[in-house]
């Protein structure tokens, strides 16, 4: 199928299932508008369904390569800056690291600051932060930001104003407990999850009321023994089983379903919540390493899949889900899309939860293949770690094939741009006991770089023929994440701080500018006056490259710790 076919089809039905939306019946209102607008980025992923896709064309392949900067902005917080900007009519909000230290309003064509707000954040998030004090966005509705915090709380300010309306306690964050990524608003509720699948927190899903902060529900990630899945626990091992859900949400109007992935279980030592080798039966560790539906309006969850059952390697699921209707055999379906941390790209119905295609699109080696049939992997048992069992050369790294960057769908190439890492490791387990608000591992993971000679790769992938279609290798991974566009282009990063315009089709560069720092932020695109201008944050994360030696170090020697917003067009 040709490119042109697959876009049109693709596109037909990104539109169909937007149209689906505008009775508002199902969602918030003001987000719908805002999200159709597409001179906005209203949310996260630009709409519910985390496509990362906007049809803005002003700025396209025939001049790109005339990008020139529009403003910058110090965001007067280094470290880990990882946001992604929204954008309402003329406003740009954007909230930077630590904390959010600071969220600030700015006039979107020129820069200029209309508001500036800083919570009180305590000294001490820092050691409760498993992987760095990033903060990813902020959320909007009904004339509202809604921001999570890396204290555990969540707060409503007035987006004219940057007044505080309400502040709600999410969970203890000195628990190992903290917020670090936008909520999801659906009708009168603000959802939200956290973080702390490393210090053994048990993983919940809540919701609140957008007027008030009061919440309306909670459900666990990790359901106790006499919750249904409580069995699939050993022992009372779910107590502090992890399966934190601390990326983004996604939501479907139609079937009125929120998707949310979980993190790893907790510890990593498979000996203390299952059987510690790959005969572990029915101790899968429900709903760690998932994609979970859930009933928006109750929190009741509808279906799972789960991923890596007995995860050992700690590849979180929480990777986002990207929603899209794709021609298949002949058929329209509607698709969920997900590039796992371990190393399988999962295409599903989202209505059904039924796993239709699961294929490895970086090299993976603890699994043969991944059974559509069994819903499990076929395990390469030399690869899994275990007591007295420790394990060489496992790929990919707990990093993962993808981690949090977030990828971009674009329906008229019909192709998913995704930015993978190819870094391998060993693994042994230890004994662990837990102990609360300290790290709650068991495992040592030395380590190694992936085979080929790079460390990171931009994936242009087709999920329908679940293949890769072009490629950009990078010499070091965790880059940043991309945006794609009706101008047939994609916007992504690298931690060495080159930001780069590129062909959708071809992979071909055509534009490029170094920014001082590393990128890990999702660039935006929006309009303004008759002019489309592209976003990035810049700020190179400082934590991770701990986790990862040798690799770590040039992570780190690679570019200075930065904190900007670099605003792009052409002149």
């Known amino acids: 199928m040709t490119f042109g076919t697959k876009g049109f089809l693709a596109g037909i039905s ?13 969602a918030n209102e003001t987000v719908l508008k805002a999200q159709s607008d597409s001179n906005q980025w209203a ?104 921001v999570g915090r890396l204290d555990g709380k969540l707060t409503a300010l007035d987006a004219a104003t940057g007044k505080a309306l309400w502040t709600t306690k999410v969970v203890d964050y000195k628990q190992g ?91 990593w030592n498979t000996a203390v919540r299952s059987t510690g080798d790959g005969n572990f039966g029915k101790l899968t560790n429900l709903y760690t390493a998932s994609t979970v539906a859930f009933d928006p309006n109750t929190g009741k969850i509808k279906w799972h899949i789960q991923t890596t059952p007995a995860d050992a390697w700690d590849y979180d699921g929480v990777n986002e889900a990207v929603l899209a209707d794709l021609k298949i055999g002949g058929s329209t379906v509607p698709a969920l899309m997900k590039a796992d941390r371990n190393g399988y790209f999962f295409v599903a119905n ?24 069994t819903m499990r992997a076929v395990e390469d048992p030399d690869k899994r770690p275990g007591p007295n069992h420790p394990a060489k050369d496992i790929c990919p790294n707990l990093i993962g094939g993808k981690n949090w960057q977030p990828m971009s769908f674009n329906p008229q190439t019909g192709l998913v741009y995704i930015p993978s890492n190819n870094v391998c490791m060993d693994w042994s387990v230890s004994d662990v ?45 965790f880059n940043g994440g991309t945006l794609t566009t009706g101008g047939g282009l994609v916007f992504a990063g690298n931690i060495h701080g080159d930001f780069r315009a590129i062909d959708a089709k071809s992979g ?46 040039k992570m780190t020697a690679a570019a200075p710790e930065g904190g900007s917003l670099f605003v792009f067009s052409v002149q």
């Open 14 to 26: 990104m539109i169909a299932m937007l149209a689906a939306t505008t009775s508002g019946t199902r």
């Open 43 to 146: 949310v996260a992923g630009h709409d519910y369904g985390n496509t990362r896709f906007s049809p803005l064309k002003q700025i396209n392949t025939e001049n790109a390569g005339k990008l020139t900067l529009a403003y910058s902005f110090s965001l007067a917080s280094l470290r880990s800056n990882e946001s992604s900007p929204i954008v309402i009519g003329n406003t740009l909000y954007v909230s930077s690291s630590w904390g959010p230290k600071y969220v600030y309003a700015l006039d979107a064509a020129t820069g200029a600051r209309k508001w500036t707000w800083e919570p009180d954040i305590p000294e001490d998030v820092l050691q409760y932060a498993c992987c760095d004090v990033n903060n990813r966005g902020v959320t909007y509705a009904d004339g509202k930001i809604f």
């Open 177 to 267: 407990s903290v917020i670090t990524s936008p909520p999801l608003v659906v009708r009168d509720k603000v959802i939200t999850g956290f973080g702390g699948g490393e210090y053994g927190v048990r993983g919940s899903l809540q919701a609140f009321d957008i007027n008030t902060g009061k919440q309306v529900w909670q459900t666990y990630t990790v359901p106790s023994p006499d919750e249904p899945g409580g069995d699939t626990w050993k022992g009372d091992s779910a107590q502090h089983g992890g399966g934190a859900a601390w990326l983004v949400g996604s939501y479907d109007p139609k079937t009125d379903t929120v998707y949310w992935g979980t993190s790893n279980p907790a510890p």
């Open 350 to 373: 989202r209505e059904t939860g039924k796993v239709l295609s699961a294929e490895k699109y970086v090299f993976s080696n603890w699994a043969k293949k991944w059974d559509v049939a």
């Open 433 to 477: 006991s837990y102990k609360r608000g300290v790290f709650y591992l068991g495992a040592e993971f030395p380590t190694k770089e992936g085979p080929g000679g790079f460390l990171g790769e931009l994936v242009a992938w087709d999920p329908v023929a679940q293949k890769k279609v072009w490629s950009i290798k990078e010499d070091l991974p």
């Open 508 to 553: 071909k560069v055509l534009w490029s500018k170094n920014l001082g720092s590393g990128i890990g932020a999702g660039p935006v695109t929006y309009q303004v006056d008759g002019k489309q201008y592209v976003a990035i944050v810049v700020g190179r994360t400082a934590a991770l490259p701990a986790f990862l030696g040798e690799v770590g170090k």
